[in-house]
Every structure is written in C-alpha cells, then in structure tokens.
C-alpha cells in the first residue's frame, strides 16, 4: 500500500522563524514528489522534485527530494502570517506523475 | 481561463440519493483527477484519467462512477449517498503530469 507521511502535523511560529516540514514516503514505482499549499479552498501547486540532491526554490520556499532515503523537506524561511496554511505533501506512483497518493499535511500558523 | 470549474460548491443529499458532481477543465488537459478531502485524512484518491475514453481507480473508489467523453468534462457519480460520504470534493487536472495538478474549488457535501 501507498504511503506519504508528513511531520509535524501542526507547527506554530512566530514571523520570522525558519520552519523545515517533512515528508517521507513508500509507493511503488516512485516518479515524483510534490508539495502543495492548501488556504481556505483548493490546493495551490508549489513544487515539484524528480531528482535526488537538486533543491527547488521559489522566493522564501525550498525544497530537496532524497530518493535514496525516501524524503522530502521543504523550508520557509523569514516566515510571514501569510505562510499560514496546511502544507500538502504527494507523491506520485506507478511510474507515472498522474496517480498521487498525499500525506495528511502539516498545519503551519505564524503569528505576528 | 476558467481553469478547473466545479459545480455544485455545496450541496446536501439525503441518504440512498444519488447526485452528479460535475467538473469542467479548458486548459486541454488530459489528466484529470477526484479527490476527497476528510478532516485529518489529506486527499485521498477516488477515480482518476488519463484521457477521454479511459479511466481507472484510486485509493477509494466504491460508491463512486466516473465517464470521461470528453477532455474537457469528468463528472463524479454518486449512485446512493450514504452519509460516510460527507466530505468535500476537490477535481484536479493536469496537461501531463510534469507540472503537478491544477485543482478547482471543490464542493462541499453532506449527507444526512
């Protein structure tokens, strides 16, 4: 069975902190590794990782892949109240990017 | 664009009802996917496609019928309504899988 698991499940900081979520996984016939960033309504696409060792940027937001260990972390840094949201991790099986099994996500809340 | 366009946004069915959530995508994609979303689960995967013509099933696809006879549309059937189906519902797309899923704003059901 297909299994992404994310830690923490809740995170609280103060503005300006520097958090790192993380994101194992087991599925078969691994492709991809996604991240995603759920406010009010739907998920918003942040990245995507195929590659072990290459980190992803984009502003203030990192993330790396580890296939070999079978992880994902992805970092905030100079945290902002607008961070807050639930971070979605999945990732992608069969050997295909279309079928994505997601991990529960973390609830991130930055307080000013 | 319109993007990925869900309708109902709520909705609410008695037990044994059946209903059609409809889902609508002009952005040519051909994979197109129905998650629910349940407090402290993630996204769980009912159906997915790959194209018009051909679709398979996710992590949980019982109670649930799909039809995908047109790129554009992928309609998600509810065929008796039980009230473990509460949830919301979010239909996502993507062009190939490479640049992670485009999701719409979900629909929200209850069923008492």
């Known amino acids: 069975e297909d299994k992404v698991v994310q830690s923490p499940l809740s995170l609280v900081v103060h503005e300006g902190d520097t958090v790192t979520l993380n994101c194992s996984y087991e599925?078969?016939?691994?492709?991809?590794l996604l991240w995603y960033k759920q406010e009010k309504k739907a998920p918003t696409f942040l990245f995507m990782l195929t590659s072990s060792g290459i980190e992803k940027k984009s502003g203030r937001l990192s993330s790396i892949l580890d296939k070999k260990e079978l992880f994902s972390i992805l970092n905030i840094t100079a945290t902002q109240t607008g961070d807050s949201a639930v971070y979605l991790c999945?990732?992608?099986?069969?050997?295909?990017?279309?079928?994505?099994?997601f991990g529960k996500g973390t609830l991130l809340t930055v307080n000013p | 664009n319109a993007g990925v366009t869900q309708t109902p946004k709520f909705q609410v069915l008695k037990t044994g009802q059946s209903m059609t959530l409809q889902c609508a995508q002009d952005m040519n994609h051909e994979y197109m996917s129905w998650y629910r979303q349940d407090p402290g689960m993630g996204l769980r995967l009912i159906h997915y496609?790959?194209?018009?013509?051909?679709?398979d099933q996710g992590e949980v696809p019982n109670g649930y019928n799909v039809s995908r006879s047109t790129t554009e549309d992928f309609p998600l059937r509810l065929l008796s309504a039980a009230p473990s189906q509460t949830s919301v519902y979010f239909c996502?797309?993507?062009?190939?899988?490479?640049?992670?899923?485009?999701f719409g704003s979900g629909t929200r059901l209850t069923v008492v």
């Open positions: 996502a797309s993507s062009r190939t899988g490479l640049y992670g899923y485009t």
């Open positions: 496609s790959v194209g018009a013509g051909i679709t």
């Open positions: 999945a990732a992608s099986s069969g050997g295909s990017n279309y079928k994505l099994t």
């Open positions: 599925v078969t016939n691994f492709r991809s």
